[in-house]
Nanobody, 114 residues
């Protein structure tokens, strides 16, 4: 059974930074990609950033230049460094792993407010 454990969310002032981490455990036969989605109240879940196991990355336009995603194949872990945070970044952030299946974490709250 695959489990994704997220950490690093919290409350931060506009312009501040947070770092999210997500570690996958269990039997993982093939890791294709890991990344982050977010869902704000009343909105659909959207892709934030994705790290491909080959090393390439993909970002939503709204976070490009502010967020950086990185991953570690050996540890089945992905990180999201979020800088210059804005109130509109407030959401529940979900870790996602694409392996032979599609797996989700439980979500971590990120709140950007003064």
């Amino acid at each position: 059974q695959v489990q994704l454990v997220e950490s690093g969310g919290g409350l931060v002032q506009p312009g501040g930074s947070l770092r999210l981490s997500c570690a996958a455990s269990g039997v993982i036969s093939r890791l294709n990609a890991m990344g982050w989605y977010r869902q704000a109240p009343g909105k659909q879940r959207e892709l934030v950033a994705m790290w491909i196991s080959s090393g390439s990355t993909n970002y939503a336009g709204s976070v490009r230049g502010r967020f950086t995603i990185s991953g570690d194949n050996a540890k089945n872990t992905v990180y999201l460094q979020m800088n210059s945070l804005k109130p509109e970044d407030t959401a529940v952030y979900y870790c996602n792993m694409k392996s032979r299946g599609d797996y989700w974490g439980q979500g971590t709250q990120v709140t950007v407010s003064s």
